[in-house]
């Protein structure tokens, strides 16, 4: 008991010295309560276009499935709100795709862990994750008690809100766990009732073909007329529920400089939106995740947006 202890606190201390905001741990096991949520949700095609969803289900809700005698979960926030702001009335790009692409930010870091986990506390196994693979991030999360899941279907942290990045780290060893806590959403609905493409169809389920982030990343193909006129100038992502929720009033700013904008996208023109071409995206966009979308499926974005 006392090692568990021990190395759970080595663990904590060194997800501190990394930057990430909020550490919590929790037991390698079958999310039961998530199986039939996911399932049902596959079912009703709430997942539209993006099939890679339906693939490897087993693996999504058991992690010793992937990495070999997994017996923890370590969850990790890492801050990604920027000082910086856009002009809302041109085409936004979701804050989180401001700076450096954080795949590549967090992976680093958590190649790092791992290698100090090793150092300090011997034979570790594992994994790292960061949006990769079939790894439910939002219900580890919640379950190691870093927040809860909000009506948005986004994980709400209590002291600093939404605007987290989630990782994880899968690994064979026995830790000290932490339990989840309770949802905070009340009878608030200002995030269903703000959604424009209204992709929120009941409390806690978004329908992911609706969403602004699906329709402007996920979809490679072209944008459903009915949504033209109700993107909110999304040409890369979308924010609204995150902006609209109370809890981000406690949100502060990152201090990770990997983050922040230098190529000068944010005080972008509307000629230089429309007048984009692929050598300018291949230049601002280096390094970004908005390469995600490349060229061909921003530009039809941003002229997605001109339909009223």
């Known amino acids: 008991m006392q090692l568990k202890k021990t190395y759970s606190t080595i663990i904590k201390q060194e997800a ?13 096991e079958f999310l039961e309560e998530e199986a039939p949520r996911v399932e049902k949700w596959l079912k009703e095609q709430k997942h539209g276009k993006m099939e890679y969803m339906e693939n490897h289900f087993d693996k999504r809700l058991n992690p010793t499935l992937l990495v070999d005698g997994a017996k923890s979960v370590v969850s990790l926030l890492y801050n990604y709100y920027p000082k910086q702001t856009q002009n809302t009335d041109l085409p936004k790009i979701s804050k989180y795709a401001y700076g450096e692409d954080y795949h590549d930010v967090i992976k680093k870091k958590l190649k790092e862990f791992l290698f100090t986990l090793k150092e300090k506390i011997g034979d570790v196994n ?56 309770k949802d905070y959403c ?10 424009p493409t209204s992709a929120i169809v009941e409390p806690y389920v978004v329908d992911g073909s609706k969403c602004i982030s699906y329709l402007t990343i996920e979809l490679k193909e072209a944008i459903p007329l009915e ?27 990152h201090n990770e400089p990997k983050f922040t904008n230098n190529t000068g996208m944010l005080q972008f023109s509307t000629a230089d939106w429309e007048n984009m071409n692929e050598e300018l995206f291949s230049v601002v966009f ?3 995740a908005v390469k995600r979308t490349k060229y061909k499926g921003l530009k039809r974005n941003i ?6």
Do not use: H
């Open 16 to 28: 501190k010295r990394l930057g990430f905001d909020f550490c919590g741990i929790s037991k390698a």
């Open 126 to 181: 594992g994994r790292a994750f960061v949006d990769s693979a079939p790894v439910l991030d939002k219900a580890w999360a919640k379950k190691s008690g870093l927040g809860w899941i909000g009506k948005n279907a986004n994980l709400i942290n209590k002291k600093q809100g939404s605007f987290f990045f989630i990782a994880e780290l899968i690994i064979d060893v026995d830790l000290e766990y932490d339990g989840p806590i």
């Open 186 to 195: 009340g009878t608030c609905t200002k995030c269903i009732d703000a959604c």
């Open 227 to 253: 949504f033209a006129s109700k993107m909110d100038n999304w040409a890369f992502g979308c924010d609204v529920c995150q902006d609209v929720c109370p809890w981000n009033s406690f949100s502060e700013f």
């Open 286 to 288: 280096k390094g970004s």
């Open 303 to 308: 002229e997605f947006l001109k339909i009223k």
